[in-house]
């Protein structure tokens, strides 16, 4: 039962963190590969603020805060950039947050990572702790869901999208386009500061390995797999992806081939994704579907 | 002292030809079919790997000889990428070709996992001491590879301007749309940009894990610096991919001599997010196309 | 979508019912055996399978087989976290062998620990894997002893200032604290300190950095594919200095990757005698599974780890993991394996004198 916990609270993690991201790739045609830069200062943050005292609620606001003005920082002068370039330069924010991360030692621990990350009282530390922290996870998934969905269904959400089919139309609509991303990425940026808080109190351990291109990489494929620019498809591709992974431990093999299962779980993996992309690459639900069940 | 920053400045230039000549390819692939192409680093990956196959027991081929089978294979794998991929995606927007394209990488990776394993693997050259030039150390490897890298762009250069295939090229990487009107034979076009795609990534892999050693990884490693090199010049252009690669190259080796090497990679990143701030095109400034 | 979640769920317990056959003894492990860490876990992962072998081929334990379900953790934390999940909550294993990697390892030990699982560990050596909690233990001793250790040799062969390189990860950094508190508090002097990053092809820029300072002896605590490319490096620049390392670069694979620029390196390890019948033993065992294979990196910390849980097992009164916790305590008690004494103190650490290695003509030996 345990473990059940664990992946569902893996997974609704990973939801939350898919949802932020979504609402730039997915509403607003923003390409950020950087995004798990966000994750990762909303998880430090969280994380050195608690173990130097501060009430942890506290610590989690400030935490989401900084990501948030961290999204800013990204956002004012990349988004000049036209969108590969803008791509690029995320990814290397990225890359430069993590070096942070891995470097600077006095704050960070450097690559010894940050061990012992508390976790409020009243849900504890035990295996008896799960069922709580699954409560807490579900109930920000929620919120995450929800104030996501009112955002993208009022008339700031259909400027984003005017702006991913064309960015010219909306500024001749008289927008300023330059504002709204901006608002974009720094509401994205602040709930992926979310997914990292609660990913750092709930492992309790956090290194600089954790925020890498991979785990970018990973989410990409949660929106994309589960239907870009919808309501459910980050939380469907999350889920899919984060059982999926798991599902495959359950596969019996004899221990000597044990070494060709990975490989061959990454191959089927990386074909899976080439194959969506080619027979269907709206993702499991398709945003016209989304948007008849939100008009409905 | 003078001898240690000139020695960084060979180093850097020596780093700087291998990052473009991967840079030259995804810049090709970028300026034609407007795509980033990550499966790009698996091309420089199973060249390495596809030569070692043939120059080791039981094919055991000298090196020289061992390079053309592993290129010939290479340049297979990459006209497979457009032609299983790519090609059926071209109408696609942008968002999928992009995902395919970190699935191909992923497939492919994996792929050399499974046949060689993840351990690392080297070619055992026999090894010397550099040539010494006053203070300056360099190596064969190092020579062949500056070297390579000179002939590839040479080649590429001639190929552009001088024939008419390279001129066919340039006209579908300027309208793509248009060109195909206009008569030009598109399949020939798309299999040249793969083909000398393939070849450049799959040379400059092999002259990596000679001068190094070979891991799965080491593609993905150095595609980073390889995309940076290309936005850098100028996405899709190719001569901004080498100047590109040169300038990342050396300043990130230089960096060394002033600040802890922790922030190598960090100096050279920096310098690509500031340098796209004040010219967001570029050096070159060119809107695109293969030039 | 809710259809989907509780068809994954059905699928899952379906599987896992079928999992664990009466009559085996299981214990798990946390393996990488994909990502960065890869190029090790292979060779564990064949050591650990070497002493199973041994040990069901003797009559398993108490006449039932003995297993091990290996679990991949990417070579990451989160992998890790959840792994060890799996194992305790479907699996149900008392025991499980903990992934390499100090970050990782600390990143499962409160887990093992809230749910008292005993947590074994073959290779981590970070000095705060001591505190972390009564139900862990490591074969393998922390790096407080080796920091001690590298700085001892350097002393003694009288060099009083060095250049430090070390790679930059929690294994790399964590020995480095230990070695420049050690060293200088000897009065000796770093002239230069520079970490390098993992997994990087081109090291030259570090090592011109190196080379003007102009050291005569350069601390260099790596691993094996960054050491070796290092040293091939170093000597295709003409810098002749004495390179002083730790275990992890103690390979065959590294004179295999880089030549006689590996010939006169001098290190420390956690020594064992190769002489003893248990090493002899193992050595030939090996050979026979695994021929023309070398010995991996920590392949004998491993194979002491799985025969140690075996002798655990066997002398439990039952299979509960405080039982095996208790017997465990026991059957160390003067327990001399492939790698010497494996009595676990009050922290669940073994101890370990430090002897030196060396390459010598394209071979390593003890350096005398």
Redesign the interface.
Known sequence: ????Y??LI?ALIYSIFAQSLNLE?GFTGL?NFGHIAFFGIGAYASALLSLSGVPIPVAALIAIGLAGIAGAFLAL??L??????F???T???A??VH??F??E?DITR????L??IPRPDWIG???TSLPLLLAVVFFAAAVTFILLRIITNSPFGRSLKVIREDEFVAQALGKNTFLIKTKAIVTGSAFAGLAGVLWAHY?????P??FT?QET?LV??CI?LGG?GTH?GP??GA??II?F???I????IP??Y??????????I??????I???KR?QGLISESRGQRTTNA | MTGYYTQLIVNGIVAGSIYALFAVGLAMVYGVFKFINFSHGELITWGGYLALMFSSPPIALPLYLAVIPALLLTVGIGLAQDCFVFRPLRQSNPISILIASIGLSYLLRNGIRLFWGSDLQSFNLPLSTGIIFGDIYITRIQILMVLSALLFFSILYFLLTRTLLGKSLRAVSDNIELSSIMGINMRKVTWTIWILASVFAGSGGILLALDTSLDPMMGMNSLIKAFAAVLLGGAGNIWGALVGGLFIGITENLSVAFISPDYKDFISYGLIFILLLIKPRGFFGIAGGVR | MKKFVFSTIAILFLISAGRVTAGDISVGSVTPLTGKLAVYGEGFQQAMLLAADEINAAGGIKGNSFKIVFEDNNSTSKGSVSAIRKLITIDKLPLIFGPASSSNFLAVCPIAEDNKIVLLAAESAAASISKCGSYVFRVFPSDLLQGVGVAELTKSLGYKEVVLTYVNNDWGVGLAEVFKTEFTAAGGKIIDELPHAEGKTDYRSEILRMKSQHPKAIVNLTYIKEGATILKQAYEMGLKVQWLMGSASKSAKLIDLAGKASEGVIGTYPTFSQETPQYKSFKAAWEKKYPGKKTPVFGEYNYDMVKLTALALESASSNSSDDIREALLKVSKGYIGTTGDKSFDENGDVNASYGQWTIKDGKISDYK
């Open positions: 039962m345990d473990y059940l664990h992946i893996i790739l390409y002068p990349t000049r950039l036209s969108g590969d370039y791509g690029i330069a990814l290397v924010f890359e430069m070096l942070l891995l470097n030692r450097g690559p010894m990572g061990p012992n530390t035990g295996v492992i309790t351990y956090i290194s390995s954790d291109l990489i990409l494929l994309v870009k459910w939380v469907i889920f899919s059982f992974a798991e599902f431990r359950f596969i019996p221990s000597e044990t070494r060709f299962v990975a490989p061959l779980q990454g191959m993996y990386g074909f899976i994704l080439v969506m992309m080619l690459p």
